[in-house]
């Protein structure tokens, strides 16, 4: 593996920082996946509706999302690694603050503001420093990175219940919160690329690769492939967190017990860490453009989240359906973070390309879990909200295939250019 000239290491220390980062995406990602978990102990708890309960969830999305270009900001201004260590102290003191039990409209500021911005804080850094530290293994970095998510999220759907029903929600909440200021630790171990990253082949430090602007690049809004991307960013936010909320209250209406229940969840973790594995080693064989596979991915994974309440009737169905949907789920995670270095242009505008990708796909994170809810709450059914989340997902498809026509003809003019200018020259 030879380290790229003034480029990323694609090695070295790197893989140091994939370990972190497959712990940060555990501890913020794979949490926010088992929020569900509570939504039923806070609904009965406070008595309220399903849209209303839903709005603690969504809140958590939404600040996840949108302190997403602060975090890159702060991530240019100061560091990575402090940025981490930030928002590892602020997921703890939320989840703290959460167990305190004050109140809904505290567990709407607790759980969801500070949690989300804390979990955002910690999760776009670590996605940057992955990019910044591969280049030819960037797929696979960042799919092993990713794991991390589904990893923790299988073993803490079956853990969050357990923790639920020995010590109540609230005395969970605040070992949750215990277990999140890990992330401090693993913000520590983000070294930036030059301080010291040692080179794979000669065993001596590697050459930094080119400093990137240190400014956020808020000129790319200015480029359609990158608003239709944005487009694609809110439909599919829309679609993505309605199952993993609204999948528990459907299974225990079909009657399954709560570990069951917790099951299903752990299985469908387990089929997304096999599909970012999966799309991830795909990728890197660079057999299929990344957005090319973006698009056959969320395209067919609205189809099985439209079919999910058709067929699954039963305990057995829905593991299926379920594993269906986590390996679908994992393929589009794998590749739809790695895809902004293509819409964006280049490794240098990347930090700003994921900040707006994230700011703007909170719209559709805040609005989906509320809108299934009505729905719900009006139909008496929980089959209105999967069949949304499907709706949303195939139309985030047609918009990834629009930004892939849009970048590939964009491609095709530069290539044209560059030829003229060669046959220009005597």
Not at 7 to 27: E, K, N, Q, R
Not at 140 to 169: N, R
Not at 403 to 408: E, F, R, S, T
Request: hydrophobic content about 55%.
């Amino acid at each position: 593996m030879k380290p790229r000239e003034g480029g990323p290491p694609d090695g070295g220390y790197g893989w140091v920082v994939v370990a972190s980062s497959f712990l940060i995406m555990g501890l913020t990602a794979g949490v926010m996946k088992n929020l569900g978990l509570f939504f039923l102990e806070i609904q009965r708890h406070f008595g309220v509706l399903n849209s209303t309960a839903s709005w603690v969830t969504s809140t958590t999305i939404a600040m996840f999302h949108l302190a997403a270009p602060v975090a890159s900001s702060l991530s240019l201004l100061f560091s990575h690694r402090a940025v981490i260590v930030a928002g590892g102290i602020l997921s703890t003191a939320a989840m703290v603050l959460a167990s305190l039990d004050l109140g809904l409209p505290w567990m709407y500021c607790s759980l969801g503001v500070l949690q989300g911005t804390g979990m955002s804080l910690a999760w776009v850094p670590c996605n940057s420093m992955v990019s910044h530290y591969f280049q030819h293994w960037r797929p696979v970095a960042y799919a092993l990175a990713s794991c991390g998510e589904c990893v923790f999220a299988a073993f803490f759907s079956l853990f969050f219940q357990w923790l639920i029903d020995a010590y109540t929600w609230q005395s969970a909440l605040l070992l949750i919160g215990g277990l999140q200021l890990n992330l401090c630790v693993c913000g520590a171990l983000m070294r930036p690329l030059g301080s010291g990253a040692l080179n794979p082949e000669t065993g001596g430090e590697c050459a930094p690769p080119k400093a990137p602007r240190r400014i956020f690049h808020w000129s790319l809004l200015r480029r359609p492939e990158l608003l239709l991307y944005i487009l694609f960013a809110v439909t599919a936010a829309a679609g993505f967190f309605i199952p993993p909320l609204f999948l528990v209250p459907h299974a225990a209406r079909l009657g399954m017990d709560p570990y069951r229940v917790a099951s299903v969840l752990s299985v469908l973790a387990t089929a997304d860490l096999a599909g970012r594995l999966f799309c991830g080693w795909l990728a890197h064989r660079r057999h299929w453009r990344n957005l090319q596979l973006l698009t056959l991915a969320v395209t067919a994974l609205g189809v099985v989240v439209v079919l999910l309440p058709l067929g699954a009737r039963g305990y057995w169905a829905t593991l299926a359906f379920s594993s269906l949907y986590g390996f679908l789920f994992g393929c589009v995670v794998a590749l739809h973070v790695t895809a902004i270095v293509d819409v964006v242009g280049g490794l240098e505008r990347f930090d700003s390309g994921l900040g707006l990708f994230m700011m703007f796909r909170t719209a559709g994170g805040f609005l989906g879990p509320p809108a299934a809810g009505w729905l719900v709450d009006e139909t008496n059914d929980f089959s209105a909200a999967f069949f949304l989340s499907g709706f949303c997902l195939l139309c985030s498809g047609v918009f990834v295939l629009a930004v892939d026509v849009l970048v590939q003809k964009k491609l095709g003019g530069r290539a044209n250019a560059v030829t003229q200018d060669g046959a220009a020259v005597p």
